[in-house]
């Protein structure tokens, strides 16, 4: 590794001209060929063989200080551009806090010398007045719904905030009106005027629903984002230098972008507000690491006021969020979620074969707008075509389906009061129909937290409407193995983190080292998702590396018809070799792929050239740009571990967070089970999960399908009592699959749950024992599995 790194580094330090070729998946980089930039096509190396970089590769590039600006503006993370392109599928917040505030305003030169309570209730009379002629003017609204105005009021004052609205209950304009307001408001009260305040959403086209409405009122906002073009971002943080800006939103992943960050570094911050804030929560559903990092850059960008808001957080989450966040108790406002005309229905079934006719009845007797929720792709495409040859008009969305034709169901949705939409969990976010009458959730919820926020979409007009949930235990399967599948083995994890400490080894703080992680995730069998979640511990548990602003490897595009003439026309040596590597790439579909660090380390040039020639192009309107093979980055912030023992404690502590994650999904998944078959009324016990009780009464809501039948439901056995794990079936697993090494992967065959690793060696969906013992305990499989693996050593 010293080897390869220090290669690496004389190349760029000392020998640009020379190629350099890494050989191996992890091994050291090789010199292959002097050659400069500019020779002409056929004496650049071409005959030299592939560069392959590891997955694991590092820039020892010692530029703590030396930021490239202009190349961190260039693009965002790839979860960032995920998000924007697959909605929140299975498994889709930072204060700077009055004590912060109080610091940074008793600092010296500190634009707020003149100190504000937030809880001087003697300034509210100015502020009410400001709010409400903000909230007339700008919305032509006249009065605020509960809890708006005492949330805006503190805002303005200064203090941070944590909004729990329900669904619909207009969180939006409890950060919109005082980022509209403080300037004016600093002017009565002869303060410095001046500042941004951010927004940070998760979701892209909630991010530009709400750009565009509020440009639409004449407010000058924004939003960067992965789907934008190079040009655009600048123009808008030339917007933002220039203080031209009173809201610019951003999705969390923004703030690895280095460039960002010290953008807003040199502007004053007057107000962050994190959406869907119960993301910081680890004992939340929806947990994302980045939003820890959200609360890292509020501190580190001396935000003034922090606002989070959710629409669903029981107190243990919002108690993660006022510390998370720095909020103190009393920023914590909270709407009830219990909405008195949702009626909580609920029916039982023994086999899902039964459930289709039901939802047939169902909505046949309930006319109107509906949502039915379904755990997959396939299962919303088919429920919804079996709709439709009952007579029932249906369409089904999910976040598979190209993104003109999810707009075109939402907005036939939107338009029409008899339509059925059948979709993941995907559909919803952000839809803003008063007038849904019916959710249905055909197949297990995946958390009460999940249900609070779908049946929330029903009724907001405030007319009766009914949500419906189907209880199978069949359907705990596929539940179970939805929880399941995230967790890889631990020899996984194990040779994954030697792997890149082994590696690093001789990285000292402030280097920077990449990761592939899509690479990685194929090589180590572990899902994206749960990469991103162990590089997350490694940044904020373990404190050794800090992600910075990631790259594309690989830029895919599609040209238009302009673009061959133009290129054979271009005589500029960059042009060329990105011609060339075309040419060799050459696929049978239109799009065309360039491998920029592969040209960078063949021809001895630094990738930004070839990086912004390509952005050229997609400026000019010559191609579609779609780039890919995001390669993270990351700081060191300290060395690897290198003692045996240091190694092996950090592994364990990282792979026992992980299953706790498990363990977690499972028991929230099964508190479902619990409210339905509880004897006592559903609304109250779902109030109670979410603290808020007092608003049903102790009576119950009279209306839920316990208080209707004063019966819980009857669940089948499968969920409680799983088979036994009889040693044929164990043995014929066995026989099929040659794995010896992972008793988990064995279990995971067993269970029904896929993997790279798995497909590899063929015992995936089309071997016949691949979930033929999905019916047993899951640990109890592979503790079977352990004990055969370990008698065959
Ligand atoms: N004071 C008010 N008077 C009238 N309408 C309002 C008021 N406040 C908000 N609204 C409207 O209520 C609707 C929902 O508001 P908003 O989108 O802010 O809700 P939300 O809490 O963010 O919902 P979600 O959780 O679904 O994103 C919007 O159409 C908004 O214009």
Known sequence: MAYRALAYRSRVARFPRLNICAVGPIASFRIVTPHPPSLPQGLNGRNTPLVTISPFSTTASHNRGGLNMEESYDFDTASEAQFSQFGRDEGAEP?????????????????????????????????????????????????????????????????????????????????QIPALALDEYDGIMGQPKGGISIVVSPLIALMKD???????????????????????????????????????????????????????????????????????????????PDYLKVARFVKEMKAERVLCLTATARPKVCEDILKGFDVPESGLFKTPTYRENLQLLAEPFDTIDDKLPKLVDFLRSSPGSSIVYVTTHSQAEKVALSLEASDIRALHYHAGMEKDERASVQDEFMGRKDLTIVATIAFGMGIDKPDIRNIVHYDFPRSLEGYSQEIGRAGRDGLPSKCMLFLCGEDWVQRELFCRMDLPSKKNVNDLLRKLFALNEEVEAGHVIEARVLQQSKTHDIKVNSLNLLYSQLELRFEILRAITPKYSTYKFIPSDSFASFIAND??????????????????????????????????????????????????????????????????????????????????????????????????????????????????????HFGDEDSVGTKGCG?????????????????????????????????????????????????????????????????????????CDFDELVNEFAKHCKSEE
């Open 95 to 175: 204060t700077s806090g009055e004590k912060r505030l109080k610091r940074k305003r008793s600092e010296p030169g500190s634009s707020n010398s003149r100190a504000i309570d937030p809880n001087d209730t003697t300034v509210y009379p100015t502020t009410s007045k400001l709010a409400h002629k903000i909230l007339k003017e700008t919305w032509g609204f006249d009065e605020f719904r509960p809890n708006q105005e005492a949330v805006i009021s503190r805002l303005i004052h200064g203090g941070s905030a944590i909004v729990v609205f329900p669904t619909g209950g207009g969180k939006s304009l409890t950060f």
């Open 210 to 288: 709400q750009v565009d409405a509020l440009q639409k009122r004449g407010v000058k906002a924004a939003a960067i984002d992965s789907t934008q073009t190079r040009e655009s971002v600048l123009h808008t943080y030339d917007l933002l230098r220039k203080g031209e800006l009173k809201l610019l939103y951003c999705a969390p992943e923004r703030l690895n972008n280095e460039g960002f960050v010290e953008m807003v570094r040199h502007t004053r911050v007057r107000l962050i507000a994190v959406d869907e804030a119960h993301c910081i929560s680890e004992w939340g559903q929806a947990f994302r």
């Open 571 to 688: 005589e500029d040596p960059i042009a060329k070799f990105i011609s060339e590597d075309i040419k060799e790439r050459e696929g049978r579909g239109r799009a065309k792929y360039v491998d920029v660090d592969q040209l960078s380390l063949q021809n001895g040039i630094r990738r930004e050239e070839f990086v912004h020639r390509i952005q050229s192009w997609s400026d000019q309107g010559l191609i579609l740009l779609q780039p890919g093979g995001v390669v993270q980055r990351y700081r060191m912030i300290k060395p690897f571990p290198k003692d045996e023992a240091d190694i092996q404690a950090l592994i364990d502590k990282a792979y026992e967070q992980m299953e706790q994650r498990e363990m977690d999904d499972l028991r929230r998944s099964k508190k479902m089970i619990e409210l339905m078959t509880t004897p006592g009324c559903i609304a109250l016990g779902l109030a109670k």
């Open 703 to 775: 209306k839920c399908q316990f208080c209707i039948t004063g019966k819980p439901l009857i669940m089948s056995d499968a969920i409680i009592n799983k088979a036994p794990v009889d040693l044929d079936r164990l043995v014929a697993v066995l026989e099929a699959c040659r794995v010896r090494d992972d008793p988990r992967l064995l279990a995971k065959v067993a269970f029904g749950i896929s993997s790279p690793r798995i497909t590899k060696e063929k015992c995936g969906h089309r071997n016949p024992v691949f979930g033929s013992m999905a019916d």
